[in-house]
């Protein structure tokens, strides 16, 4: 079956940085685009950061030149590493996979809780 487990998340202060890791099993990792959806209470789910199979990355206007995604394909895993954060970061935060055919195919994570503050 496919499992998308998350781990990384915790308390930060504003600044401060955090490295969350999805380990993937079940699905064929070469062909599937990965991603970080977050989601503050209140709001709506948002996307943060992804990578397709292929390496291409895309980001959040918000979080762009302070988080960065990557992939490794020998470990089946997708990391984001979150620098520079804010108070709005705060989130539990997702993994997200779908096979690069098909984006009506998506698996999520369980999440994993982000809170930064002082």
């Known amino acids: 079956?496919?499992?998308?487990?998350?781990?990384?998340?915790?308390?930060?202060?504003?600044?401060?940085?955090?490295?969350?890791?999805?380990?993937?099993?079940g699905i064929t990792f070469s062909i599937y685009t990965?991603?970080?959806y977050r989601q503050a209470p209140g709001k709506q789910r948002e996307l943060a950061a992804e990578i397709t199979n292929s390496g291409t990355t895309n980001y959040a206007d918000s979080v762009k030149g302070r988080?960065?995604?990557?992939?490794?394909?020998?470990?089946?895993?997708?990391?984001?590493?979150?620098?520079?954060?804010?108070?709005e970061d705060t989130a539990v935060y997702f993994c997200k996979a779908?096979?690069?055919?098909?984006?009506?195919?998506?698996?999520?994570?369980?999440?994993?809780?982000?809170?930064v503050s002082s």
């Open 34 to 36: 990965m991603g970080w």
């Open 1 to 25: 079956q496919v499992q998308l487990v998350e781990s990384g998340g915790g308390l930060v202060q504003p600044g401060g940085s955090l490295r969350l890791s999805c380990a993937a099993s």
């Open 98 to 115: 779908h096979p690069y055919y098909n984006t009506r195919a998506n698996y999520w994570g369980q999440g994993t809780q982000v809170t």
């Open 67 to 87: 988080f960065t995604i990557s992939r490794d394909s020998a470990k089946n895993t997708v990391s984001l590493q979150m620098n520079a954060l804010m108070p």
